[in-house]
């Protein structure tokens, strides 16, 4: 059976316990969830590294092991969380949320999709196209071309759209070059986006 109650503690403790340990790896807390999953309480960390310019967050499978380890020796000292739960650890992910106004200024110019509480002033609820700069307490997109504006507070949801970008050739002898571009496109393939596909490393569940 899932538990009934959404939390029983307090997620700002969490965080202040696990602060110095995330600052000595020189990784910095996206987002901490605190869900529940089909098997049970989920603690969630979301982290990127210190001045990483990349959707990603510039952090490898490494990191978010190494992360995990030490977040999970805290919190067993602390003794802050009496439910059972599992540690997820991982990156934002090439199609990272955009969760406040700043994340939306520093991904100015990357393609993006915006769902919203309530219609556009062109009718959609959808946006999809190109981040722009907007006064402060909105959101811009340029959809098809027309620059829309819209109230941050309608922002339901909103993510970075991750494409693949086709490479010009150039002069390629047929049986050699196409080899090589092929498993460029395998990797680059591996990279995207897709369900389960964001890096991380799971705790076991912690026995109360």
């Known amino acids: 059976m899932e538990p ?7 997620l700002g403790r969490v ?3 696990v602060a110095p340990v995330l600052a000595s790896h020189g990784i910095t807390l996206v987002d901490l969830e605190w869900i529940t999953e089909r098997a049970g309480w989920t603690l969630r960390f ?4 210190e001045g990483a310019d990349d959707a990603g967050g510039g952090v490898t499978l490494e990191d978010c092991a190494d992360v995990s380890r030490d ?3 805290v919190l067993d000292v602390e003794d802050l969380i009496p439910n059972h739960y599992n540690l997820e650890v ?3 992910g090439l199609d990272r949320r955009l969760r406040t106004a700043a994340e939306f ?6 393609t993006a999709k915006v769902k919203l509480a309530r219609p556009a002033p062109d009718g959609q609820r959808l946006l999809r196209g190109e981040l722009l700069e907007a006064p402060e307490g909105q959101v811009a997109v340029l959809v098809d071309g027309k620059r829309i504006a819209v109230p941050f507070a309608d922002v339901v949801e909103a993510r970075l759209v991750f494409e693949l970008t086709a490479q010009p050739k150039k002069g390629q002898r047929q049986g050699k070059e196409p080899a090589k571009e092929s498993g460029q496109k395998k990797q680059l393939a591996e990279a995207a986006p897709r369900s389960g596909s ?7 569940e912690k026995r109360k």
């Open 71 to 73: 977040v999970s020796s």
């Open 198 to 204: 964001k890096r991380s490393e799971r705790g076991s």
């Open 90 to 92: 991982s990156s934002p």
């Open 105 to 110: 200024a520093r991904f100015l110019g990357r």
């Open 46 to 49: 979301t982290i990127e590294r």
């Open 4 to 10: 009934s109650t959404r939390a029983v503690f307090d």
């Open 15 to 17: 965080r202040d316990a």
